[in-house]
């Protein structure tokens, strides 16, 4: 299968600045849905936490669907600045090969792919820290969730 063209990321001096400006304050996204795989951060959720945040640093997101068997590809673009930057394509499977399914997969890519292009990452509990939660420090969060589990 032929790998498919990804937009050539161009990071300027003034986009990088805007990304450290965006990460200066964590951002924590907690997980409000459970599937089959256990609980999640909704697309819609991580995009209340992030989209505020990236207006700020006058920065936004595009999402470009490549094409792929049995599935869904999605590549996540940062633009602002004068810059860009790829997440590359993120590649899922749709369980079954129906619309919802399909639908499913694409909503999940995009959801991988944009924390993977904003550079957020996960843990059990948290995905970073937010100013807008009124949590001391990630570490603590996740003393918190460990808590409200037992």
Do not use: W
């Not at 400006?21 to 964590?26: A, R």
């Not at 499977?93 to 904003?118: C, F």
């Not at 820290?129 to 009124?134: F, K, L, N």
């Amino acid at each position: 299968m032929e790998l498919p063209q990804t937009v050539q990321t161009h990071m300027s001096a003034d986009l990088q600045n805007a990304l450290v400006e965006f990460h200066k304050n964590e951002i924590i996204v907690l997980k409000d849905s459970r599937g089959g795989y256990g609980k999640y951060a909704t697309y819609e959720k991580i995009l209340e936490k992030v989209r505020p945040r990236m207006h700020e640093q006058k920065i936004f997101f595009q999402h470009i669907s490549h094409p792929t068997a049995g599935g869904a590809a999605i590549e996540t673009v940062i633009y602002g600045h004068g810059g860009c930057l790829s997440s590359g394509v993120v590649r899922i499977p749709a369980s079954k090969q129906d619309e919802h399914k399909y639908g499913g997969a694409i909503t999940y890519a995009k959801r991988y792919s944009l924390m993977l292009a904003l550079g957020l990452g996960g843990d059990e509990d948290v995905i970073e820290r937010s100013v807008a939660e009124d949590l001391p420090t990630a570490v603590e969060a996740k003393k918190q969730a460990a808590v409200k589990k037992a």
